[in-house]
Structures are given as C-alpha cells and as structure tokens.
C-alpha cells in the first residue's frame, strides 16, 4: 500500500488488531500527517480562522461581512480541519486540477461522522465548464467517500476563476449559483461543503441564495481554511 498523498510505499504492523480489523480505504504516512496542520485553540466564531486574542470572538473580515446588511447573518459558522499550508496547497492541486480522485478518500478519514447531523449536506457546485474540465467535483468527491448523503440542490454559472479575483471583485460579484429543488430546502439547516474558505464569498452568495428560498439556517464545513 502506498500513502495517498506522496505515494511513498508503506509497510502496515500486522497485528491481531491489523487482521481482525477493516483496511481502511486509504492510507497516510506519518511525515504528511505531520505537514497538516490542525485547526486548534481560540478561532473566529463564524469563519474558523485562528485569531490571536481571546478576546476576538471575529476575526477583522468577518467584522466587515457582518457591517453590511446585505450579508450580516448569511452564513452561520464555518468549521475547517487544516490551516491552507504549502503543504495543503499542493495537496489539493495534486486534488483538483491534477485529476487525483482519491485525494478525497484521505481527507474523509479526518471528517467528524456528525459533521452534518440534523442538517442538510449541499456540496459547492462547479460550472459545466469547469466539471468537463476535471472531470468530477471535488466537494461531492468529500461527501462520497465520508459517506454522508447530500443534496445537489445549487447550480454554477460558467465564469473567471474565484481564485483569479481579488476580494474586491469577489465581495462585488453577482450571485453565481442558481436553486433547483426549493422545496427540499425550505425549513431546513443547510450545511454547504467545500474544499477551502478563502475571503468567504463563495460560500456566503450560496448561503444568501439558500436562504432567500426558505433555509431556517446555513452554515459551512471545508478541509481549508
């Protein structure tokens, strides 16, 4: 077997545990569990970002989201389980633009099994472009292998990559997801998922869109932060 990440080849310890036990479906070296760095200690309430002071209970963007009325409540809270490292950012290229599938399987294995526990999972969708493109979505590529049913409720408009734009251009861009299915959402706590938190604008127009056609709540889960 051979690590997901850097496909060094692994030798298990084969133990009564080891036999009796299911393999999982993927495997991870110690030297790149080490390079992910856990999200730990005091984090900004809404976004999961660290923060330094006990005393911030928001961190300066998320201060500035909630100032404007437009989108002050949208998106509830993010939780994310790794800092976006250099480590964490090849990672999810090798993930997304270099076509590794199983990419997923490795960062399923750190999901908590309740992570959407009364709530309704929506992965973040890509263009028809841009799955043509890679071939799958990575976020519906998450929910599989965690095993969490979802819904694939939200539609994408083609357009430049998110990651190309300034925060600028992303907090003044127009909503690029379309609702298909109102009545499977109405009432309901949403729980969007998605590979990285960046500036939070792509979460937070899914979110507003979510919650114009009746969601009780939003919030957001990601590997990234």
Not at 143 to 157: D, E, G, K, M, V
Not at 162 to 167: I, L
């Amino acid at each position: 077997m051979n690590c997901v990440f850097c496909l060094k080849q692994l030798i298990p310890e084969i133990n009564w545990t080891y036999l009796l036990s299911k393999e999982p479906i993927c495997h991870i070296c110690e030297e790149c569990k080490e390079k992910l760095e856990i999200i730990s200690g005091e984090v900004c309430a809404i976004c999961g970002r660290s923060v330094e002071s006990l005393n911030e209970k928001t961190c300066s963007d998320c201060y500035r989201w909630e100032q404007q009325k437009t989108w002050k409540g949208v998106l509830e809270k993010n939780t994310a389980l790794f800092h976006y490292n250099p480590f964490l950012k090849d990672i999810i290229a090798q993930f997304k633009y270099r076509g590794d599938y199983h990419v997923a399987a490795a960062f399923s294995l750190f999901i908590p099994k309740n992570v959407a526990k009364n709530k309704i999972a929506v992965p973040i969708p890509l263009s028809t472009e841009r799955l043509y493109e890679r071939g799958f979505n990575q976020a519906e590529a998450i929910l599989h292998y965690a095993n969490i049913p979802y819904i694939p409720c939200l539609s994408r408009t083609h357009g430049e990559k998110q990651s190309k734009k300034t925060r600028q251009q992303r907090l003044q861009s127009e909503n690029i997801f379309s609702l298909k299915g109102k009545d499977r959402i109405n009432t309901q706590d949403i729980l969007l998922i998605d590979d990285i938190y960046t500036t939070g604008a792509t979460l937070r127009h899914a979110a507003k869109l979510l919650k114009e056609a009746g969601a009780h709540s939003v919030s957001s889960f990601t590997i990234a932060r």
